[in-house]
């Protein structure tokens, strides 16, 4: 079964600076894809990035990129110039590309910004 | 797009009672899932539909607990009876039928069970 682990349950980071949340998996399937959700206290979940695992290349958007590591099956966000309204709680989920197969998540990193 | 769509947003209920939560996923998916989250588990995956077809259901606690999706648009979570240890935030999200495509998720219902 594959599984999503979060090391790290909480961060902090100072407004404007660079945070990296790491997150690491286990899977046997070589095709796949992993995403990070962010969970404001609105308790709405919202699709941050998506990296399909064929890609070399580390997906970004805008202030948020990824560090995909196939071989150590390691997917870290990184966060720059860090806003107040990033604070929340970000989840690592994967999904398989075998049939259509639900997300599995980490248990997530809450993050803190500092003014 | 309204997106997924859920109901009643909290819920405060009795032990014993019956609970019903209600789903409207995004038009055009066909994949439905329904998650439950609390401190001690995180995320955890209930059940999930494929064109209306529960596919895996092994998340289910127990028999209390039991799902249906009657037509692409409307998918119901219902546990009865009600213990205080299901107090959760349940979550219901869809997709299309591709693994690249995100889970887009309703804005959950808050159940408290006393």
């Known amino acids: 079964a594959q599984t999503v682990t979060q090391s790290q349950p909480e961060m902090s980071v100072q407004e404007a600076e660079t945070v990296t949340l790491s997150c690491t998996y286990d899977?046997?399937?070589?095709?796949?894809?992993l995403f990070w959700y962010k969970q404001p206290p609105s308790r709405q979940m919202i699709l941050v990035i998506r990296?399909?695992?064929?890609?070399?290349q580390n997906a970004t958007e805008n202030r948020f990129s990824v560090n995909f590591q196939k071989a150590a099956k390691s997917f870290s966000l990184k966060i720059s110039d860090s806003q107040l309204g990033d604070a929340a709680m970000y989840f690592c989920?994967?999904?398989?590309?075998?049939?259509?197969?639900?997300?599995?998540f980490g248990k997530g990193t809450r993050l803190s910004v500092i003014a | 797009d309204a997106g997924v769509i859920q109901s009643p947003r909290h819920e405060v209920t009795e032990m014993g009672q019956e609970v019903t939560l209600r789903c409207k996923p995004i038009?055009?998916?066909?994949?439905l899932f329904w998650y439950r989250q609390t401190m001690m588990r995180g995320l955890e995956l209930l059940i999930y539909?494929?064109?209306?077809?529960?596919?895996?259901d092994s998340g289910m606690p127990e028999d209390r607990f039991s799902a249906k999706m009657p037509n692409a648009s409307f998918s119901t979570l219902k546990i009865q009876p009600s213990e205080p240890r299901d107090s959760a935030v349940y979550f219901c999200?869809?997709?299309?039928?591709?693994?690249?495509?995100?889970?887009?998720f309703g804005n959950g219902t808050r159940l408290t069970v006393t």
């Open positions: 999200a869809s997709s299309l039928f591709a693994g690249n495509s995100p889970l887009h």
């Open positions: 899977t046997s399937e070589s095709d796949y894809y």
């Open positions: 990296q399909e695992a064929y890609k070399q």
């Open positions: 989920a994967y999904r398989a590309n075998s049939g259509n197969t639900p997300l599995v």
């Open positions: 038009s055009g998916h066909n994949s």
């Open positions: 539909f494929n064109n209306n077809v529960p596919i895996d």
